[in-house]
């Protein structure tokens, strides 16, 4: 059973930066695909970021395109979003998700993941 664990959430002023990190466990990293969403107060969850185990392309939402940076230590089995110049609009739970779907890419549509975690509250504020 595949598992994952965010940590690294927190409060920081606007400008800021955090670095999460998602654990993973019960599979290995190099054949599947690990997206991170955020769901902030009263909006759907949307997807921020993900990271193809199999070639290591990745996406990133047009708002935080340059500021966010995914990475990946699969011998560690862990991703990282590396968040900077953070805004106040950026605040939200952030989660990471892994698919059952193998092969090159990653996914930006939250439907095609299939495990979660728990989430970690990231909180921008001055």
């Known amino acids: 059973q595949a598992q994952l664990v965010e940590s690294g959430g927190g409060l920081v002023q606007p400008g800021g930066s955090l670095r999460l990190s998602c654990a993973a466990s019960?599979?290995?990293?190099?054949?599947?695909?690990i997206g991170w969403f955020r769901q902030a107060p009263g909006k759907e969850r949307e997807g921020v970021s993900c990271i193809s185990g199999v070639d290591g392309s990745t996406y990133y939402a047009d708002s935080v395109k340059g500021r966010f940076t995914i990475s990946s230590d699969n011998a560690k089995n862990t991703v990282y979003l590396e968040m900077n110049s953070l805004k106040l609009e950026d605040t939200a739970v952030y989660y990471c998700?892994?698919?059952?779907?193998?092969?090159?890419?990653?996914?930006?549509?939250?439907?095609?993941?299939?495990?979660w975690g728990q989430g970690t509250q990231v909180t921008v504020s001055s």
């Open positions: 019960g599979f290995t990293l190099d054949y599947y695909a």
């Open positions: 998700a892994t698919t059952t779907i193998t092969g090159y890419g990653c996914y930006a549509e939250r439907n095609l993941y299939d495990y």
